[in-house]
């Protein structure tokens, strides 16, 4: 079974920093293309980030580009994500899913974690 | 980035009765390899998303066969044959023929 299970969010204030993190298991991790989405409180889905399986390709949404690092661990099958001078705009459920081989979008989704940035 | 515009946001549907939804997108998803990578979510109430459909009609394994998908070029629907109680949710759509993949608003499908 495909579980991907999402850490390290919480609260922080504007200008912070912050790592999340992305535990998978039931897939060999190292073959797959991995997304991070997010989800402000009430509010759609946006992309954020996709890295390629062997960590070599990035992808980043302009309102993250040079603020966010999406990176991997094939060893420890764990993807994660680095965000830096963070904005209450960042406020969201912070979203970790695995990239389908059956089409270019997403076929699973961890639970979430949610990130608050606030005074 | 391509933007997707679905209709109706807001759907109350009788258990048994159809449901459709429909989503535009402002730039073709035909891909430079042929194929069209527009999917479908449901979000149920405090969980995440979930795929449901993906290629325009391709549904994945275990969902319902009520779930079906259609479209071409920038128009698609999702059509629920006959509404069941556990459908209740908000769906998406979702374009993966460029990054940033963008979803639709959202439509929030419940019981009348």
């Known amino acids: 079974e495909v579980q991907l299970v999402e850490s390290g969010g919480g609260l922080i204030q504007p200008g912070g920093s912050l790592r999340l993190s992305c535990e998978a298991s039931?897939?060999?991790?190292?073959?797959?293309?991995m997304h991070w989405v997010r989800q402000a409180p009430g509010r759609g889905l946006v992309s954020v980030s996709r890295?390629?399986?062997?960590?070599?390709?990035?992808n980043y949404a302009d309102s993250v580009e040079g603020r966010f690092t999406i990176s991997r661990d094939n060893a420890k099958n764990t993807l994660y994500l680095q965000m830096n001078s963070l904005t209450d705009e960042d406020t969201a459920v912070y979203y970790c899913?695995?990239?389908?081989?059956?089409?270019?979008?997403?076929?699973?989704w961890g639970q979430g974690t949610l990130l608050t940035v606030s005074s | 980035d391509i933007v997707m515009t679905q209709t109706p946001l807001s759907s109350p549907v009788t258990l048994g009765q159809p449901a459709s939804i429909s989503c535009r997108s402002s730039?073709?998803?035909?891909?430079?390899?042929?194929?069209?990578?527009l999917g479908w979510l449901q979000q149920r109430p405090g969980q995440p998303p979930r795929l449901l459909i993906y290629k325009i009609s391709n549904r994945v394994s275990g969902v319902p066969d009520r779930f079906s998908g259609s479209g071409a070029g920038t128009d698609f629907t999702l059509k629920i044959s006959r509404v069941e109680a556990e459908d209740v949710g908000v769906y998406y759509c979702i374009q993966s023929t460029q990054f940033p993949h963008t979803f639709g608003q959202g439509t929030k499908l419940e019981i009348k």
């Open positions: 039931g897939f060999a991790f190292s073959y797959y293309w």
């Open positions: 890295l390629n399986p062997d960590g070599s390709h990035t």
């Open positions: 899913a695995r990239g389908s081989n059956d089409w270019t979008g997403i076929d699973y």
């Open positions: 730039q073709s998803l035909v891909h430079s390899d042929g194929n069209t990578y």
